[in-house]
T-cell receptor
Framework: GDSVTQMEGPVTLSEEAFLTINCTYT??????LFWYVQYPGEGLQLLLK?????DKGSNKGFEATYRKETTSFHLEKGSVQVSDSAVYFC????????????FGQGTRLTINP | DAGVTQSPTHLIKTRGQQVTLRCSPK?????VSWYQQALGQGPQFIFQ???????QRGNFPDRFSGHQFPNYSSELNVNALLLGDSALYLC?????????????FGPGTRLTVT
């Protein structure tokens, strides 16, 4: 079945460091790919998305490129801030009609000042 | 514009009891999905409702059931609660139609089963 695998956490970085969180997927067909972020005590917020191969999603300085050849959707940010501390989830939607999301296990990110 | 709202925020139940969680979708959305998020895990898809019918279901037992009302709001019911049902239950809404990929999540209901 469809699945998403994220790099193991937690990840701890200093402010202004470069961030990469790896995400790979297994799916039939051509899934849409997402990154969601969950701040402490809150629900999930969509951070960015890409709906076809080679698309780049971007938001708030975060970027991810849909790589069909490597089945990956790695999240990157050039300079992280303390406010970026949260749990990040990679997800896919393989059935565009029903929009069911399949999530990875999440990566907890802590940014130290 | 109110986003997705859920009630209650927190809930404590005893094993064997039944629970009902509620969700109101974002304005303009007619599709509601429910997810279970165990501590330290990613959300797991329970089911999705559209036009008051269950459209798709994840790998959850029949103890989990739902309903969607004409105003698109939804309920999640769990019968015969088990300790393993303790989790954050998330509701997500989206508009139907081709190209509707984005789901908006509510803040969740934290269920604790003792």
């Amino acid at each position: 079945g469809d699945s998403v695998t994220q790099m193991e956490g937690p990840v701890t970085l200093s402010e202004e460091a470069f961030l990469t969180i790896n995400c790979t997927y297994t799916a039939t067909g051509y899934p849409s790919l997402f990154w969601y972020v969950q701040y402490p005590g809150e629900g999930l917020q969509l951070l960015l998305k890409a709906t076809k191969a080679d698309d780049k999603g971007s938001n708030k300085g975060f970027e991810a490129t849909y790589r069909k050849e490597t089945t990956s959707f790695h999240l990157e940010k050039g300079s992280v801030q303390v406010s970026d501390s949260a749990v990040y989830f990679c997800a896919l939607s393989a059935d565009q009609g029903a929009q069911k999301l399949v999530f990875g296990q999440g990566t907890r990110l802590t940014i130290n000042p | 514009d109110a986003g997705v709202t859920q009630s209650p925020t927190h809930l404590i139940k005893t094993r064997g009891q039944q629970v009902t969680l509620r969700c109101s979708p974002k304005s303009g959305h007619d599709t509601v999905s429910w997810y279970q998020q165990a501590l330290g895990q990613g959300p797991q898809f329970i089911f999705q409702y559209y036009e008051e019918e269950e459209r798709q279901r994840g790998n959850f037992p029949d103890r989990f059931s739902g309903h969607q009302f004409p105003n698109y709001s939804s309920e999640l019911n769990v019968n015969a609660l088990l300790l393993g049902d303790s989790a954050l239950y998330l509701c997500a809404s989206s508009p139907s139609g081709k190209g509707s990929y984005e789901q908006y999540f509510g803040p969740g209901t934290r269920l604790t089963v003792t």
